[in-house]
């Protein structure tokens, strides 16, 4: 068994040198840390990035082969609120003009959840609204005023048209 006087300068010994050893190393550590952890975090978004929401609305556009008219027009956008969609990359709407603009394209519940995603935004398991909105693209109601139906039952909020 080692002495008590043994045991005390151990403890001095790890003591110092601890300090000694964090102390020494810390500054450089933490300004190298810094500039790593910046280039892991740049690393992090360019490798995980995905497209901007106008991006993925104007590939499914494409891909339905609609017009940017038709689609504006149907899901009750005017041309300007469309335009800022188009042309501006910082823009940030709505989920219910993201919602719209999924009926409007008639998107599968799959698909709408991919551009709803590339905007923020998603569908919950346990939210009324967010659950008539599955339904409705489940069912493939895509037209707006049964949407809005749907929606008014329960009580709810309409898309962007009010119901007639």
Known sequence: MLE???LKELQEYVNIHLTTFIYDISEPEINYS??????????????????????VLFTFIDKK??????IY????????????????????LGKNTAIAL???LELTKKEAEKLLSSAGFSL?????????IQFCLEKKIYDLHDVNQALN???LKPLLRVIE
């Open 65 to 70: 082969g609609y017009s940017d008219a038709e």
């Open 34 to 55: 810094e500039n790593q952890y910046h280039m892991e975090i740049e690393d992090f978004i360019k490798n995980k990035r995905k497209q901007t929401f106008a991006q």
């Open 153 to 155: 039952y329960f009580s």
């Open 102 to 104: 999924a009926f409007a």
């Open 124 to 132: 919950s398991d346990n939210d009324t609204f967010d659950l008539v």
């Open 73 to 92: 027009k149907k899901a009750g956008l005017d041309r300007r609120h469309f335009s800022k969609i188009r042309s501006n990359p910082e823009y940030r």
């Open 4 to 6: 008590k006087q043994l």
